[in-house]
């Protein structure tokens, strides 16, 4: 039954940001994330489009927020590896388990780790080409989406790229969501809190419209598929 998705469920809570949530679920959930991104945030277009041009003209300094497990920032060093472009790569965290994991399975040793909050980095006067977020935003209820998107805006020059990525909330997102992850419940995505967080994250999501209410100037709302949306601030380069 899809439940009332008619507003944010902002009290509901994902059982992986439990202190006290099992270490083997916890770290087998770490583990499924490059599958379930892959296959639901087709990452490597938005690299393509915004990470790759700019890499192109010179080394990046990229930073994740709210990195988690890692599986974007290490994804992001591949591609990059890959194509020949350099830059260095931070994943921010302020979960120390999710640090943890994250450092004891990068075997390439590519990319920065460091367990922090946004507010931290911003003090400390740290300076970014482009600040991405995944799946992060449903975790902030609309008095603190102001004060991150001020942090994160702050982190990057006037030239610079601010994109945070989430769930779009709906209910064929919803449906969508539960009826394909149902057939690997007990094999692919047991011992995981994978299903039952993802729920709670659609649930707990942003619908474009209501982003673009709470939005400063200057940041926009784009929209994708399948049920994706990203809240971005663009700077203008150097001969555009």
Known sequence: MTPDLSARAEDARELMDD???????????????????????????AYRRDIRPRAIQRPLRILDVGAGGGDLPRALAGWMRRDGVAGEIT??????????????????????????????????GEVFDVVLSNHLLHHLDAAELPGFLA???SLVPAAGLVAHHDIA?????????AAGTLPFTRNLLSGSFIRE????????????????????????????????????????RAGA
């Open 19 to 45: 202190p006290n949530a099992d270490a083997r679920v916890l770290a087998r959930t770490y583990e499924q994330f490059g599958l379930i991104n892959a296959v639901v945030t087709r990452w490597h277009r």
């Open 151 to 153: 942090d994160s805006r």
């Open 91 to 124: 994943a921010l965290d302020a979960d120390e388990r999710a640090i943890r994991w994250a450092v004891d399975h990068d075997e390439q040793g590519d990319v920065i780790y460091r367990c922090a909050l946004l507010s931290d980095l911003v003090t400390a």
């Open 197 to 236: 967080d993802g729920l709670t994250s659609i649930r707990r999501s942003y619908t474009a419209s209501e982003l673009a209410a709470l939005a400063p100037k200057g940041w926009t709302v784009r929209t994708g598929v399948p049920a994706r949306l990203q809240l971005r601030w663009e700077g203008r």
């Open 169 to 177: 909330r709906s209910a064929a997102a919803y449906r969508l969501f």
